[in-house]
């Protein structure tokens, strides 16, 4: 798998990614997670085979390009205020300390790494979670599984129970 990019913002380019993560990812960083989540779907290993949405495998994947897909982010919430907010006191009693990025962010009240509006090609994810994988570049960060949900809804899965 090749990385592409080179610094500056693909907006406007619909081969490309729109990065919006303020710095934390870089333009090849997600373009990579974008070649990876098409190869997944085309080859039918999911990132989460618990919801695979039993596909065996999809090459047409390998045909789908970002097409201005946007991604941001959003600063992690510290587990005491996510024991706060969810009324779970588990939080806190499982990570006692609150400096550790949490990698999670909340959806409607929901405890998430990210999620995507597939309908408007967006991702939204932790921002720890989007940094990762420049820690890791032959793994995967949060963004991957979203663009897989964006990969399939675009080859017409209903996606929404993943």
């Known amino acids: 798998m090749a990385a592409c990019g080179s610094g500056g913002h693909f907006v406007g380019d619909p081969h490309t990614i729109q990065n919006r993560t303020q710095g934390i990812a870089s333009d090849a960083n997600l373009q990579y ?8 779907v085309a080859n ?5 085979p618990a919801h695979s949405l039993n596909w065996v ?4 994947a390998l ?5 201005g897909v946007i991604v941001t982010c959003q600063n992690d919430i510290p587990f005491s205020e996510l024991a706060r907010l969810t009324g779970n006191p588990a939080w806190v009693t499982n990570h006692p300390d609150d400096s550790i990025e949490s990698n999670i962010i ?3 009240g929901l405890a998430v790494h990210g999620y995507a ?5 967006k991702v939204v ?6 940094a990762q994988i420049m820690d890791a570049p032959t793994g995967v960060g949060n963004p991957t599984y979203e663009f897989e ?3 399939l809804y675009r080859l017409g899965y209903d996606v929404s129970k993943r």
Do not use: F
Request: charged share 15%.
């Open 57 to 60: 495998s999809d090459p047409r």
């Open 33 to 40: 997670q974008w070649v990876i989540a098409i190869n997944m």
């Open 117 to 121: 509006i597939v309908a408007d090609n």
């Open 63 to 67: 045909n789908e390009t970002p097409n």
């Open 44 to 48: 039918g290993t999911p990132l989460d």
């Open 125 to 130: 994810t932790a921002c720890s979670g989007v």
């Open 106 to 108: 909340l959806l409607n």
């Open 149 to 151: 949900n964006i990969v």
